[in-house]
């Protein structure tokens, strides 16, 4: 199995998850997820040659809901929560892309 | 003074049925009761004397059909949302944000008469064992300050092990519900995964997340059990299942019944007063005429680390949606989009958030996805049939609910693997999808509760609550 040394490049896992770490967050979580994978290590001694992955313990398939058009919120309600938006518009607001 | 069972939501509920109190009096004792012990414990984050208030009147006035919570108090876990008011998850991510819908068991507590007073602290995003993660936190265990109450909806466990509210829900992802009640010394119950609809609940890990009750007697959980269940067009996850009347399987008889003590895993590490209470309470569970044999569940041994994995991989993928975009907080003066992006996280996210998205990030990434998210999903499989074998000999699982009583404020916060390992006999029901109960057992010498879990057979919730009822019977 691949991955025994856990091995981690925190900075390229940050930007995966679009975090801007401090330079002190970096060296902790440096420190901090090399011990966790480690400790994980335990899980990748056990044999599961023909076993399927368990995504989800629910008890079959998922329940499906009439495909029927009903009110959803009013675009003026959910605006309101957002940093910026324009109401008149009925757009959220960001800052410039490029 | 934490509670009695004279405090019983079923006894408040019997004396405004009766007249002998009003729903509003009934609520204004609570925050009373509130403003005397919140400031020392810490159990809400907000409190909603004036909209509670007004509710209870409102039913006092009321002459239609009485729901079985009628004018009972409850506090919520700040993680579920109600329409127009402050929900912050724990987080400054959600410091200021209202939501602009109930979450579906907010609706069916308050059609069932319930009065929801506030909303209580917990770990930021669930992510955490003591309250010690959450942005406004921590709360404090009422049978010793100094201790933690448990987590991460350590505030629900409070608020009712001090009499403040004699129900409140929580939500349970890896021990969330039990774990605090066990702590906190209440009746903690986490459902079948889909019993319970998860509309409205701010997710942490999607496939293990389920929202159950805290209680001061294993039949008012039923009770609150018996309102919140059942199907629900908004959650696809929620079983078609129709719930069976909970309440109404407390019989008090377990002559006959089987338990099963997983001795294996439980030599893992239990504090020695935690085991002896155990011991006890198996006696005790004998002495009612159940029938006690030792079982293997030989992969739950490993259900710690396989469910830090599972459960950071979906947390990873839920907290991408918060970016400062729709709601929520948004860092000032970036320079364009994606600097707002990543500042916005870094801020708003606490450490144990941060440090459990970039787990859950690194699991799924290319090169370790198999590795690692793939493995910990096929183990998932082996801990899912052990329990599948158990219960071919067995009716209910027995362990303690947690290795010890409450640790103190501060003593693991530097060392997240060690808080982990609080979760080690919670986590295995959720990854199987199993309902399972933490009901008190019994004291340490300082006076700290220890809590007995009982894991039942999915759907079976009516088994685990009649065992903890028998059992809890012998104890009041």
Known sequence: ?98 | MPHSSAHSARALRDAIANGQLTAEAACQAALDRIAARDPELHAFHTVFAERALERARALDRSTGPRGPLHGVPIALKDNITVAGTVTTAGSKMLATYRPPYDATVVERLEAAGAIVIGKTICDEFSMGSSTENCAFGPSRNPWNPDRAPGGSSGGSAVAVAAGMTPLALGSDTGGSIRQPAAFCGVVGLKPTYGRVSRYGLIAYASSLDQIGPFATTVRDAALCLDVISGPDPKDSTAAAVEPPKFEAALTGDIAGLRVGVPRGWLREGVDTEVMARFEESLATLERLGAVVSEIELPHSRVAVPVYYLVATAEASANLARFDGVRYGYRAPDARDLGEMYDRTRDQGFGPEVKRRIMLGTYVLSAGYYDAYYVKAQQVRTLIRRDFDEAFADVDVVATPTTPTAAFPLGALRDDPLKMYLADTFTVSAPLAGLPAISVPCGWTDDRLPVGLQLTGRAWDEATILRVADAFERTRH
Do not use: C, N
Not at chain 1, 49 to 57: F, K
């Open chain 1, 1 to 98: 199995m691949a991955a025994t040394r856990p091995d981690i490049d925190v900075s390229r896992v940050a930007a995966l998850a679009r975090l801007e770490l401090t330079p002190e967050e970096t060296a902790l979580f440096t420190r901090q997820l090399s011990e966790i994978l480690a400790y994980a290590e335990a899980v990748q001694q056990i044999d599961t040659t023909g076993v399927p992955p368990t995504a989800h313990a629910g008890a079959g398939e998922p329940i499906w809901r009439d495909d029927v058009v009903v009110p959803s919120l009013d675009r003026a309600v959910v605006l309101k929560e957002a940093p910026e938006a324009s109401l008149s518009a009925g757009l959220f607001k960001v800052p410039k892309v490029l």
